[in-house]
T-cell receptor, first 113, second 115 residues
Framework: AQSVTQLDSQVPVFEEAPVELRCNYS??????LFWYVQYPNQGLQLLLK??????LVKGINGFEAEFNKSQTSFHLRKPSVHISDTAEYFC???????????FGKGTRLSVIA | KAGVTQTPRYLIKTRGQQVTLSCSPI?????VSWYQQTPGQGLQFLFE???????NKGNFPGRFSGRQFSNSRSEMNVSTLELGDSALYLC??????????????FGAGSRLTVL
């Protein structure tokens, strides 16, 4: 069965600084990888996804992530964060076949003015 | 295009009662998944329905059940509520897994408080 580890539960960062949110996964088969964002009192919004092809994936709001199969990682990056990026970010993995999406525990990003 | 709609958004119940939550998926989406979100356990998969059939089930007790109707709308029911059932219940819909991937679009959730 697949699993996801988000290495940091909280990440504080100053406004306009770069940020990286780390995600590692475990799976014995090929994977699909996702990052979702959750703002307070809301559901999850898809930021980006890796299904196949280029390992560098660009998403909404200036975020990007790189799939690294040898490191089993899918880290999320943004070169310059804004106050509005303050939210909780979830990494998720699924595999081929009818398997459900499995989420990490989340990383709370706090952007400081 | 309307998103995933969950009702009610907030509800308060007492221990021992039961609750039914509703989810209307995006038009054309035939798969509906349910997740429970709590501060301690994070996002945990409850079940997935496709074409009125349960396709996957998570590791929850039998008090948690669901169903899907012919119009793809889904409901989940929790009977004999316990304090630990207090959570945000998230519904997500998707088209079928054409490429094998289940890309989920989430609703805003139903926040259940059990007193």
């Amino acid at each position: 069965a697949q699993s996801v580890t988000q290495l940091d539960s909280q990440v504080p960062v100053f406004e306009e600084a770069p940020v990286e949110l780390r995600c590692n996964y475990s799976s014995s088969v090929s994977v699909y990888l996702f990052w979702y964002v959750q703002y307070p009192n809301q559901g999850l919004q898809l930021l980006l996804k890796y299904l196949s092809g280029s390992t560098l994936v660009k998403g909404i709001n200036g975020f990007e992530a790189e799939f690294n199969k040898s490191q089993t990682s899918f880290h999320l990056r943004k070169p310059s964060v804004h106050i509005s990026d303050t939210a909780e970010y979830f990494c998720a993995v699924s595999t081929t076949g009818n398997t459900p999406l499995v989420f990490g525990k989340g990383t709370r990003l706090s952007v400081i003015a | 295009k309307a998103g995933v709609t969950q009702t009610p958004r907030y509800l308060i119940k007492t221990r021992g009662q039961q609750v039914t939550l509703s989810c209307s998926p995006i038009s054309g989406h035939r798969s509906v998944s349910w997740y429970q979100q709590t501060p301690g356990q994070g996002l945990q998969f409850l079940f997935e329905y496709f074409s009125e059939t349960q396709r996957n089930k998570g590791n929850f007790p039998g008090r948690f059940s669901g169903r899907q109707f012919s119009n793809s709308r889904s409901e989940m029911n929790v009977s004999t509520l316990e304090l630990g059932d207090s959570a945000l219940y998230l519904c997500a819909s998707s088209t079928d897994r054409v490429s094998g991937a289940n890309v989920l679009t989430f609703g805003a959730g139903s926040r259940l408080t059990v007193l």
